[in-house]
């Protein structure tokens, strides 16, 4: 199955910037749907950013759109989030996820994807 292992969290004072990286490894294949969630204590995950690996189409959550950049390097498997402009409410466990191609077109990505990394945390201080 597919695995997903995430780095690059820690802790930045608000306004700063962060850069997560997902390294995606096991079967994939062109266009398949990589995203970023995020999650805090007694909330739902919620999908943040995501891309298709093939056509590089992206989507945001409006919280984040303008602020986050998603893309991925298909060269390294890997996956990037780019976090400007970082708020405390941005404080959350972040995951990368993997999912098929219907998932991020449909928008069914904004709630959950096949597979999960461990996760990586985000913290920003006011």
């Known amino acids: 199955q597919v695995q997903l292992e995430e780095s690059g969290g820690g802790s930045v004072q608000a306004g700063g910037s962060l850069r997560l990286s997902c390294v995606v490894s096991g079967p994939t294949y062109s266009n398949q749907c990589l995203g970023w969630f995020r999650q805090t204590a007694g909330k739902e995950r919620e999908g943040v950013a995501r891309?298709?690996?093939?056509?590089?189409?992206?989507d945001y959550a409006g919280p984040v759109r303008g602020r986050f950049t998603i893309s991925h390097d298909n060269a390294k498997n890997t996956m990037y989030l780019q976090m400007n402009s970082l708020t405390p409410e941005d404080t959350a466990m972040y995951y990368c996820a993997a999912g098929l191609t219907y998932d991020c077109y449909s928008g069914s990505w904004r709630r959950r994807l096949d597979y999960y990394g461990q996760g990586t945390q985000v913290t920003v201080t006011s």
């Open positions: 891309i298709l690996t093939g056509d590089r189409n992206t």
